[in-house]
């Protein structure tokens, strides 16, 4: 019954959304060729200010006349000292100084600026008609909620573990996605903190299945159609895959990112505070052994993310991967070569050779 609901729900013919990858990796291409194909492309709106959101979405328009969505990041409180911001850029000076870079700008972000950025940001997705918005790291307000509704908008909220499913439901969300420890980026975690929330997808959908009633889409470490298989068994309506994704022709993933996914097969996707202040899973490099010892003298996110975003860059400039921030989920070993296109027609037989359809 689900599958049915989640396909008529999203205006989709497979039931996989691609996940929203902020930091240029979701591109208009790679949106407008998944929903060209029949899943539903998704535009990572998180990072960007309400005009450049306007802007993605002007472009996948151009490309696709089919249904895509945007995502959004829920603004979290976070408490962060000048001292503490210093002494963490002290700590992260030898890093700034490899690459010959002067003090990053370390004016710490105002949470009622990322509360006004967020209302606009809705304010965008509702002006432009985009049938679909998701989010993650918690529920809209109430009052965000009415207007998101009265635009008749289809709203898909992150959880990381049944409780919070529960509580998005509650929230009068209409599809949530279980995003298991497995998967790559940032910890979707906000009723507790994320070290509590870790659990693997098989128990997580398990669990929300038995606890919630709307549309579940599972996410974390699916990369193949027996994955697929085994969510759908588990009873969720749809998945939603990252790392498969951004390995694609059409995602606008940095080479050194798209090739560590395929050379460095024994090194493992590991979670850490380290790049942004927020547990991410990341593929292990240099800076994460380097400076695992001081995970606690770093600053919360997201205030951490200015103190490394330079060096990260240099880095990447540079073509290394040691101080470059590699989101990756626990499936990396089966990331692919092919175009968006390639990888949902792939999927869709794996699925079917397991006797379920996507
Ligand atoms: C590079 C990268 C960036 C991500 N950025 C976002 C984002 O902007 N918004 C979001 O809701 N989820 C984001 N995620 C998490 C995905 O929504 C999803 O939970 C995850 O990719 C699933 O695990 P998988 O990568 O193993 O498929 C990101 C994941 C990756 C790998």
């Known amino acids: 019954m689900h599958n049915k609901m989640l396909k008529e729900l999203l205006g989709v013919n497979h039931r996989i959304i691609q996940a929203p990858m902020a930091g240029g990796i979701t591109t208009p291409e790679l949106a407008a060729q998944v929903s060209e194909n029949g899943g539903l492309g998704m535009i990572a709106g998180g990072g960007l200010p309400p005009e450049k959101v306007k802007e993605a979405i002007r472009r996948t328009r151009k490309l696709t006349g089919k249904t895509f969505g945007v995502n959004l990041f829920v603004p979290m409180t976070f408490e962060v000292t000048e001292t503490q911001v210093q002494k963490a850029y002290e700590r992260l000076r030898p ?28 304010g965008t997705v509702i002006e432009a008609g985009v049938p679909v918005c998701s989010f993650i790291f ?32 509650s929230a009068g969300i209409d599809i949530v996605v279980v995003q298991g420890f497995e998967a790559g980026g940032h910890r979707g975690a906000f009723l507790k903190g994320s070290e509590d ?3 693997g997808l098989m128990s997580l959908l398990s669990e929300t299945v038995s606890r919630v009633n709307i549309p579940i889409v599972a996410a974390g470490g699916i990369m193949h159609g027996r994955n697929i298989a085994a969510a759908l068994v588990l009873g969720a309506a749809g998945v939603q895959m990252g790392t498969a994704f951004l390995s694609v022709e059409e995602s606008g993933a940095h080479n050194l990112h798209k090739n560590v996914l395929t050379e460095s097969l024994n090194v493992p996707a590991v979670l ?87």
């Open 95 to 122: 890093v700034h100084d490899e690459f010959g870079l002067k003090q990053a700008d370390i004016t710490p972000p105002r949470y009622e600026e990322a509360v006004h950025k967020f209302n606009d940001q809705i």
């Open 138 to 169: 918690g529920v809209p307000a109430d009052v965000q909620m009415e207007r998101l509704k009265e635009a008749g908008i289809i709203t898909i909220a992150t959880a990381t573990t049944a409780e919070e499913a529960v509580a998005i439901e």
């Open 197 to 199: 929330s870790q659990v």
């Open 272 to 358: 850490t505070k380290l790049f942004t202040g927020r547990q991410a899973r990341a593929v292990k490099n240099k800076f994460i052994s380097e400076f695992k010892a001081f995970e606690e003298e770093m600053v919360a996110y997201p205030v951490q993310r200015s103190l490394t975003q330079a060096f990260q860059d240099a880095s990447k400039a540079a073509g290394r991967i040691d101080y470059a921030m590699l989101l990756a989920g626990q499936g990396k070993y089966f990331a692919r070569d092919l175009s968006a296109r390639q990888l949902i027609e792939a999927l869709a037989a794996e699925t079917s050779e397991m006797g379920y359809e996507i």
